[in-house]
């Protein structure tokens, strides 16, 4: 099991607004990162540091944490966004790393 | 522009081993620490564990103490990862990632960037 909690599954209507959460205690005191995954293809990096975009991902992605918290918003969602998307951080004792078990967002 | 090329696809058969390479380019290889990542057919993403610069240090999650190795070679700026005793279940793509850390506020954070293009290994009879 892991020590990030992701919902499965969400979905969203094209031109929406869709958060994605992922809660763990480790992130009380570490930040997550988020990576979007399309069918066959590597990760990449979506946020950092909460609340902070890579160039070249658009600025409707955006990042936010509350106590054991960290969300992943995405206001006015594409039909190019339709993928699966996952957490990390350090886990609990801060001595590896750990990622949620993922979210597939669909884009109706 | 950086690059994580890894190194092609593998079939193996249970109880052999396998390694696979991650060549860096176009940045200071030994300024990262360089992560390993594993993802079952259909499933989520595993962390496997974490080699420092220098290449002097690993850590590894612990479900893979023992049976994973990651090493460097800062000479050719390539990183390998690899298994022993291969099982039905290691069947999956493996993903090297370099590591990038900061503080945010009072956080600390990291995270992976860029990643390989991934390497499929297969375990059967």
């Known amino acids: 099991s892991s020590e990030l909690t992701q919902d499965p599954a969400v979905s969203v209507a094209l031109g929406q607004t869709v958060r994605i959460t992922c809660q763990g205690d480790?992130?009380?005191?570490?930040?997550a990162s988020w990576y979007q995954q399309k069918p066959g293809q590597a990760p990449i990096l979506v946020i950092y540091?909460?609340?902070n975009r890579p160039s070249g991902i658009p600025d409707r992605f955006s990042g936010s944490s509350s106590g054991n918290t960290a969300s992943l918003t995405i206001t006015g969602a594409q039909a190019e966004d339709e993928a699966d998307y996952y957490c990390?951080?350090?886990?609990?004792?801060?001595?590896?790393?750990?990622f949620g078990g993922g979210t597939k967002l669909t884009v109706l | 522009q950086v690059q994580l090329a890894q190194s092609g696809a593998e079939v193996k058969k249970p109880g052999a081993s396998v390694k696979v390479s991650c060549k860096a380019s176009?940045?200071?290889?030994?300024?990262?620490?360089m992560h390993w990542v594993r993802q079952a057919p259909g499933q989520g993403l595993e962390w496997m564990g974490v080699?420092?610069?220098?290449?002097?240090?690993?850590n590894y999650a612990q479900k893979f103490q023992g049976r994973v190795t990651m090493t460097r070679d800062t000479s050719t700026s390539t990183d390998y990862m690899e298994v022993t005793s291969l099982r039905s279940e290691d069947t999956a793509v493996y993903y090297c990632?370099?590591?990038?850390?900061?503080?945010?506020?009072?956080?600390?954070?990291?995270?992976?960037?860029?990643w390989g293009q991934g390497t499929l290994v297969t375990v059967s009879s």
């Open positions: 990632a370099r590591d990038f850390s900061g503080y945010f506020g009072e956080k600390a954070g990291w995270w992976f960037d860029p």
């Open positions: 176009g940045y200071s290889f030994t300024s990262h620490y």
């Open positions: 080699i420092n610069p220098s290449g002097d240090s690993t």
């Open positions: 480790s992130l009380r005191n570490y930040c």
């Open positions: 540091g909460e609340n």
């Open positions: 990390n951080s350090r886990d609990s004792s801060g001595g590896r790393w750990v």
